[in-house]
């Protein structure tokens, strides 16, 4: 064998190893080549002009100085920030007016440095944001106007303070509640509750919220009534009406429906001095009842507006002129709070040398060496990596071309955790699968040959003695060719139900099915083989008051079938004057009904409990059909609860009795709740 496995080994060059080995160096002379042909084509003129157009750097400077001028009036402080800006990015940074006179030039002789280009990087401009350059274009939002230009509505300390101590306190509410929040600080000194996560109870969100929130301060009041001039005027001149703006610029516009913004919850107004000072369980109280009263008034009088439909309700257009009003109205109140604009120009330091690259002979060398050296190493890890691959496959394939001879094949020794581990691990399951089904496949042949000899052996018997003159063939002669035959069509029906099953071709013609009625048919046809043979037979009833069991979902044939196969089994096995019993109820999940057959026959040992569901297993193994049947019924049982999406199972106590249940699902839409007279018995 060790021959032939040697002269069936792949040369290398068709072998994984080989594979593994030429993919690898051709990789690392491609990834080689093309990093020697990039440094060979890089010039020190290519990387000035990566180096200046370096958008990342170009964003950060502009957002820094755009954040500048919206808070601040002009451009006089800028130096400090803009040099700083300079020095980490290595970029020479020049601001000038929009009519070129310079404000700003981080070159140290602005005399002797190289000529403005004529285009600008950028214009800063707080109230025009260049959205490209901004990380985060959206936060300027649709009016373009940076969210850090505040204006009139900065807080002074006195109201951030009180803004903050009600804002801690909706925090501390919510973190009681369970629900994990931080405060996070607006442009404008506001603070504002950010939650952990979206998923919350949004009725305790809103109740904390509501209890501790706070109305626009004295400051907010100021500025946005005079924004609310400033956007009515601007109305006005277009023929339109005033619209009354919110803290967060939205309006109404009619039927309770606000025309922009991001809806806010229901604030509680302060005094000027700035939280009440109340304990917090009268603070939550109070804030509990004028939420709830606000909420009832506000969803009446929506209600009402829904049902007068006024006709001042605001149109889509007037949508949009009130929206560039506000806009135009913003502009005008910050313009006096915010720098003016100014024109941004990034360039690349006069006084920092360009890197280069030099093919210099040395450099050549050194190339060539790495060249050499990443190859060699390259090829190394391959014949290690492939080695290692190789070995355990060499193992699997002795082994399958073992099991191909008929040879008994050694488990595969399993290595490591990794592919080819897990591809060993599995290669003995499946040997020892195929082990155990053929051992199985024996016994069953053997089986049966068994049980399809002895009706056949006594029919040729029969009929030898009818034809030798032995036998009368008389009504006793022909019921006993009957009976044989009879036995040898009811194991040829259980072997055809079996292979059926192992096929998937077990007809099912599922119909709403009653259990317990079900039950009492099953025990009333064999009502007569327990009275013969001295067993008590009973159908286990609820009690008085139980709802029934579910309908189920089954073949009513096929499970009459199972059911009986279970009571015979166990009327067979219960001597004279035991009992057998069959009862019916509902699993605690509710969502199926477990059928039992109880015997206080003679029991199952507990050796022999795991086979009793396996095909042709019988506890007395010399096969007398005395005592026995052909040892199919239970493996039948077993099917048949599969096909039905349940499944059997038996508890048995030798010398006690045994108790064997079948698990089934309810119909689709039953249970124990959803239809009058189902529940568990």
Request: aromatic content about 4%; overall charge negative.
């Amino acid at each position: 064998m060790r021959r032939r496995d040697e002269r069936a080994r792949l040369p290398l060059r068709k072998s994984l190893r080989g594979q593994l080995l030429t993919v690898s160096a051709l990789v690392a002379s491609c990834s080689v080549a093309a990093t020697a042909w990039l440094a060979v084509q890089t010039t020190s003129g290519a990387i000035r002009e990566e180096q200046g157009q370096d958008l990342g750097t170009d964003a950060k400077i502009y957002n820094t100085l755009l954040g500048y001028a919206a808070t601040h009036p002009g451009w006089e402080g800028v130096d400090g920030t803009a040099r700083e800006l300079a020095r980490q990015s290595h970029r020479r940074i020049v601001l000038t007016t929009q009519d070129r006179r310079p404000l700003f030039d981080s070159s140290k002789s602005a005399a002797s440095a190289a000529p403005l280009p004529p285009q600008a990087s950028a214009v800063v401009d707080p109230l025009s944001v260049d959205t490209v350059l901004v990380p985060d274009a959206a936060s300027a939002g649709a009016d373009r106007i940076d969210p850090r230009a505040v204006g009139p509505f900065l807080l002074p300390a006195k109201e951030r303070a009180a803004l903050r101590e009600a804002t801690a306190s909706s925090v501390e509410c919510l973190s009681l509640a369970g629900i994990a929040s931080d405060i996070v600080e607006s442009p404008s000194g506001r603070p504002r509750v950010q939650f952990v996560s979206n998923e919350t109870d949004r009725p305790m969100e809103l109740k904390c919220l509501t209890a501790f929130s706070v109305g626009p301060t004295p400051t907010e009041e100021e500025a946005l009534r005079a924004l609310n001039r400033l956007a009515d005027a601007c109305l006005k001149r277009q023929g339109r009406k005033g619209v009354k703006l919110d803290l967060d610029l939205s309006w109404e516009r009619g039927y309770g429906q606000k025309g922009t913004g991001i809806g806010q919850p229901a604030v509680l107004p302060v005094p000027e001095s700035g939280i009440p000072e109340e304990t917090a369980g009268e603070q939550q109280a109070a804030a509990d009842e004028a939420a709830l009263a606000g909420a009832d008034k506000e969803k009446a009088a929506a209600l009402g507006r829904l049902s007068e439909r006024p006709p001042e309700a605001r149109s889509s257009g007037d949508d949009r002129a009130v929206a560039a009003c506000v806009a135009s109205a913003r502009r005008e109140q910050l313009i006096a709070h915010v720098a003016a604009p100014a024109l941004l120009f990034i360039d690349g330091p006069g006084t920092v040398a360009a890197p280069g690259f030099d093919l210099s002979p040395a450099n050549k060398a050194r190339i060539a060496g790495v060249t050499a050296l990443v190859l060699a190493l390259t090829i190394g890890a391959s014949v290690i990596a492939g080695a290692r691959l190789v070995r355990p496959l060499h193992a699997l394939t002795g082994a399958a071309q073992r099991m191909r001879d008929g040879l008994d094949s050694a488990p595969v020794p399993v290595g490591s955790d990794n592919e080819i581990g897990r591809l060993a691990a599995a290669f003995n399951d499946m040997a020892a699968h195929r082990a155990r089904l053929e051992e199985q496949r024996k016994v069953m042949v053997s089986d049966v040959a068994h049980e399809l000899r002895t009706p056949l052996s006594n029919i040729r018997g029969w009929l030898e003695a009818a034809e030798d003159g032995l036998a009368e063939p008389d009504p006793a002669f022909v019921s006993s060719l009957l009976e044989e035959a009879v036995q040898l069509q009811h194991l040829i029906n259980d072997l055809q139900d079996l292979g059926a099953a192992d096929a998937g071709a077990l007809r099912l013609h599922l119909e709403p099915v009653r259990v317990d009625d079900l039950l009492g048919q099953v025990a009333a046809a064999h009502q007569f083989l327990a009275d013969t043979a001295g067993v008590t037979l009973a159908v286990s009833e609820a009690p008085p008051g139980t709802p029934r069991p579910p309908l189920l979902d089954a073949d009513p044939v096929r499970l009459r079938q199972a059911v009986s196969n279970l009571l015979s089994n166990a009327v067979r096995h219960t001597p004279p004057g035991g009992s057998v019993t069959l009862r019916s109820y509902v699993t605690d999940s509710g969502d199926g009904v477990t059928v039992e057959v109880s015997d206080t026959g003679s029991g199952i040992p507990a050796g022999d409990v795991p086979h009793v569901f396996d095909r042709f297993w019988r506890a007395e193994k010399s096969r007398n059909r005395s005592t026995g049947g052909s040892g199919l019924g239970l493996a039948i049982v077993l099917k048949l609860a599969e096909a039905h999406g349940g499944t059997a199972n038996v508890v048995s106590t030798e010398g006690q009795g045994s108790v064997f249940t079948l698990w089934l699902p309810t119909a689709p839409g039953e249970g124990t709740a959803g239809r009058p007279g189902c529940g568990s018995a």
